[in-house]
């Protein structure tokens, strides 16, 4: 097959907010306890922070990590992780069934932020608590005022406000799963009045509002028309969610799937335009596609695990190569529709639905979809450029054309270089890969790394890398082997 993609370097769809290679740390399963955090482990710090997690997350330069949840955040009492360690409360968790010791909270996550060179994209529970507590949150965290929770923060040995920038106003809330599921009406009053005085409270801070939780709800597209009619003037984005699965073991709809999630993309932005022109609006609603992954996995093995444990092993998705070909798709999928998402979270970042694994006490390593990750974040910073590409498609049930080649093009900040990144659909066709490109004078291939595999299912585990990038040598041809995830960097003239 040959594939032939068409660029100008012209025409530009946006500056790539370096947000968008965001990710996600839950307190869930062992995501912080075995995870980021283990005092007793070989590689940790004086904090306990994990060295060799830490040094696999500093890899792949993850620009913000959202905390502390997810379905989590939505019975957190913010206050329980801060102060005090003896002092602290164990509590019933219910989202995940398990007991929280609060042994991390904000005081050391921020810390761990810091030594992980990212910033902290803070949730407030709109589940179980409100305007006050999200108030008291964003004071704690934020202000230099000598005022009872800025106090306390300065009391807990924190003289500088640890300066968090972006809050997501609750999390999932239109999920009847959601600790204190609320209606559009309930939760936009709601996300309006805590939006409000968080923003008196720090009016230099970015609020995210609950959008839906994955397209596939009833009230997708009402939901997030309400939450933008009522919330307009507080928010700054609107989140997205959405996981994808393989149970039908059908690779070529599976790797479809980021068809759908451009689909949601385009869906929600059209929404927040219409409130933009009801509104009469000069200001527009960005996306923050906080939560996205393959997640499938584990759900058979986590329906054994017992209850109220402290980190039990949950959503543990141990990847497979097919599921790195789709977040190769994915992550192409979130640049070329840069303009509109400014932050996305791989949901999540440590042994929860993860690209890095821990035994607790043992090795971390990483799992095949660390590298279309890395490879993003490494060389997907700059302006992305529209492309199109020529080349076979396929059928599958929701989609009549799936180009077998899937592309994102990005030109680097210094603007020396071009990054083209591929996924080659076909199992059974290799692509033989050309550019016809305008506006870049002479384009080089200087690198071409490429993720493939004879076995869709292979796995890495602690003892085995079994899918890991190769070099391909530099010839006059390019070629995308069957199945297989490509990043092309040229030298431009
Ligand atoms: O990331 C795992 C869970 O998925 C999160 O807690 C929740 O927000 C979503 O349903």
Same mark, same amino acid.
């Given at each position: 097959?040959?594939?032939?993609?068409?660029?100008?370097?012209?025409?530009?769809?946006?500056?790539?907010?370096?947000?968008?290679?965001?990710?996600?740390?839950?307190?869930?399963?062992?995501?912080? $306890?075995?995870?980021? $955090?283990?005092?007793?482990?070989?590689?940790?710090?004086?904090?306990?922070?994990?060295?060799?997690?830490?040094?696999?997350?500093?890899?792949?330069? /993850?620009?913000?990590?959202? $905390?502390?949840?997810?379905?989590?955040?939505?019975?957190?009492?913010?206050?329980?992780?801060?102060?005090?360690?003896?002092?602290?409360?164990?509590?019933?968790?219910?989202?995940?069934?398990?007991?929280?010791?609060?042994?991390?909270?904000?005081?050391?996550?921020?810390?761990?932020? &810091?030594?992980?060179?990212?910033?902290?994209?803070? !949730?407030?529970? %709109?589940?179980?608590?409100?305007?006050?507590?999200?108030?008291?949150?964003?004071?704690?965290?934020?202000?230099?005022?000598?005022?009872?929770?800025?106090?306390?923060?300065?009391?807990?040995?924190?003289?500088?406000?640890?300066?968090?920038?972006?809050?997501?106003?609750?999390?999932?809330?239109?999920?009847?799963? *959601?600790?204190?599921?609320?209606?559009?009406?309930?939760?936009?009053?709601?996300?309006?009045?805590?939006?409000?005085?968080?923003?008196?409270?720090?009016?230099?801070?970015?609020?995210?509002?609950?959008?839906?939780?994955?397209?596939?709800?009833?009230?997708?597209?009402?939901?997030?028309?309400?939450?933008?009619?009522?919330?307009?003037?507080? !928010?700054?984005?609107?989140?997205?969610?959405?996981?994808?699965?393989?149970?039908?073991?059908?690779?070529?709809?599976?790797?479809?799937?980021?068809?759908?999630?451009?689909?949601?993309?385009?869906?929600?932005?059209?929404?927040?335009?219409? /409130?933009?022109?009801?509104?009469?609006?000069?200001?527009?609603?960005?996306?923050?596609?906080?939560?996205?992954?393959?997640?499938?996995?584990?759900?058979?093995?986590?329906?054994?695990?017992? +209850?109220?444990?402290?980190?039990?092993?949950?959503?543990? =998705?141990?990847?497979?190569?097919?599921?790195?070909?789709?977040?190769?798709?994915?992550?192409?999928? %979130?640049?070329?529709?840069?303009?509109?998402?400014?932050?996305?979270? %791989?949901? *999540?970042?440590?042994?929860?639905?993860?690209?890095?694994?821990?035994?607790?006490?043992?090795?971390?390593?990483?799992?095949?979809?660390?590298?279309?990750?890395?490879?993003?974040?490494? $060389?997907? +910073?700059?302006?992305?450029?529209?492309?199109?590409?020529?080349?076979?498609?396929?059928? /599958?049930?929701?989609?009549?054309?799936?180009?077998?080649?899937?592309?994102?093009?990005?030109?680097?900040?210094?603007? &020396?270089?071009?990054?083209?990144?591929? /996924?080659?659909?076909?199992?059974?066709?290799?692509? =033989?890969?050309?550019?016809?490109?305008?506006?870049?004078?002479?384009?080089?291939?200087?690198?071409?790394?490429?993720?493939?595999?004879?076995?869709?299912?292979?796995?890495?585990?602690?003892?085995?890398?079994?899918?890991?990038?190769?070099?391909?040598?530099?010839?006059?041809?390019?070629?995308?082997?069957?199945?297989?995830?490509?990043?092309?960097?040229?030298?431009? !003239?």
């Amino acid at each position: 097959m040959r594939a032939i993609l068409n660029l100008n370097k012209d025409q530009i769809i946006s500056e790539i907010d370096p947000r968008i290679y965001g990710s996600f740390i839950e307190h869930l399963g062992r995501a912080v $306890y075995g995870g980021i $955090y283990e005092p007793g482990h070989e590689t940790a710090d004086d904090c306990g922070f994990r060295g060799d997690v830490m040094g696999l997350i500093k890899d792949l330069n /993850v620009p913000i990590v959202r $905390y502390p949840g997810g379905n989590f955040v939505s019975g957190y009492n913010w206050e329980d992780g801060t102060g005090d360690r003896s002092k602290r409360p164990k509590r019933m968790e219910l989202a995940w069934a398990s007991i929280e010791t609060n042994e991390v909270g904000i005081d050391e996550f921020q810390e761990w932020a &810091k030594r992980a060179g990212t910033e902290v994209m803070m !949730a407030v529970n %709109l589940g179980t608590r409100g305007t006050a507590e999200a108030q008291a949150v964003v004071e704690y965290c934020n202000s230099e005022t000598p005022t009872v929770y800025a106090d306390r923060r300065r009391a807990n040995g924190f003289e500088k406000p640890f300066g968090i920038r972006v809050w997501c106003l609750g999390n999932e809330m239109d999920g009847e799963w *959601q600790i204190g599921h609320k209606t559009a009406e309930e939760y936009a009053r709601a996300a309006h009045e805590a939006g409000k005085v968080m923003k008196w409270t720090d009016p230099s801070i970015e609020l995210v509002v609950c959008g839906s939780s994955n397209p596939g709800m009833p009230t997708f597209g009402t939901w997030e028309h309400t939450v933008l009619t009522e919330c307009y003037d507080i !928010a700054d984005y609107i989140s997205l969610h959405s996981y994808y699965n393989n149970y039908a073991d059908d690779t070529a709809d599976f790797l479809a799937r980021s068809m759908e999630m451009d689909r949601f993309i385009k869906q929600t932005a059209a929404i927040c335009d219409t /409130v933009k022109a009801e509104r009469k609006s000069d200001k527009t609603v960005n996306l923050s596609f906080d939560e996205w992954n393959v997640w499938f996995h584990s759900s058979s093995q986590d329906k054994k695990i017992d +209850r109220w444990q402290v980190a039990p092993p949950l959503l543990e =998705d141990v990847y497979t190569f097919e599921d790195a070909l789709l977040v190769g798709a994915l992550l192409n999928t %979130l640049i070329k529709n840069s303009d509109r998402v400014k932050m996305a979270c %791989l949901a *999540q970042l440590v042994n929860v639905i993860a690209p890095i694994m821990t035994e607790t006490g043992g090795k971390a390593w990483a799992q095949t979809i660390y590298y279309p990750f890395l490879f993003a974040s490494r $060389y997907g +910073r700059g302006t992305a450029l529209a492309c199109s590409v020529n080349c076979d498609s396929y059928k /599958v049930h929701d989609f009549d054309a799936v180009p077998y080649v899937d592309t994102s093009a990005v030109l680097s900040e210094d603007g &020396k270089t071009l990054a083209v990144f591929a /996924v080659n659909r076909s199992g059974k066709e290799q692509a =033989d890969f050309s550019i016809c490109a305008e506006g870049f004078g002479a384009l080089t291939l200087k690198k071409h790394i490429a993720l493939e595999s004879d076995d869709l299912k292979a796995v890495n585990t602690a003892e085995k890398e079994t899918v890991a990038p190769v070099e391909k040598a530099i010839g006059d041809t390019v070629t995308l082997a069957p199945y297989s995830y490509n990043v092309l960097l040229f030298d431009i !003239a």
